[in-house]
């Protein structure tokens, strides 16, 4: 009898990111961060806030933007949500793990919708490279994780090239 095979995923949908978190995020729900790997959660963590931080400034400066950036600012929240869920808190209180997570830093957005769009492309360019260095150093389940978020923030950079 011939076995059952599963039909290929789309590229799209793995590096959209609309398939990966859930599937990558269930590989490595069954452990919180391991103690070396708190700095860099907190980390993601912190980029993650300050994009949505970002979203949400642009789309209050120009509503106009609103059906363009919103499913960006849709997949940051639930980057968030993940990241959160692996974080343990009071794990960073411990000498030398550097786990406290910080506020939100409050984001200027250009007056003009161009340079806005140009902003928040920069800030996901950014936050790509700076996962995909993250996953290069983090144990292997915090590694798929870091990698399919960094996917994705590269996929909204390439996507905000287009809208601009």
């Known amino acids: ?29 069954e452990a919180d961060a391991p103690r070396g790997d708190v700095s860099t959660l907190v980390g993601a963590i912190a980029s ?21 950036i919103d499913p960006f600012l849709a997949h940051h929240r639930e980057h968030l949500a993940v990241l959160r869920r ?8 411990r000498a030398g793990e550097g786990g ?8 200027q957005i250009p007056a003009e919708a161009r340079a806005a769009l140009a902003r928040l ?6 936050a790509a ?3 995909a260095a993250d ?9 798929q994780l870091l990698a399919s978020i960094g996917a994705c923030e590269a996929g909204h ?8």
């Open 1 to 29: 009898m011939p076995e059952a095979t599963t039909p290929p995923v789309p590229r799209r949908a793995v590096l959209g990111g609309t398939l990966a978190l859930p599937l990558l995020a269930g590989c490595a729900a």
């Open 48 to 68: 993650e806030q300050d994009l949505i931080a970002s979203y949400e400034a642009a789309r209050a400066a120009h509503a106009s933007l609103a059906r363009r």
């Open 86 to 93: 692996h974080y343990v808190p009071g794990s960073g209180d």
């Open 100 to 107: 406290r997570i910080p506020a939100p830093r409050a984001q």
């Open 121 to 126: 492309r920069e800030a996901e360019t950014r």
């Open 129 to 131: 490279n700076a996962r």
């Open 135 to 143: 996953a290069g150093k983090a144990d292997p389940g915090l590694a």
């Open 157 to 164: 950079a390439a996507a905000l090239v287009r809208t601009s």
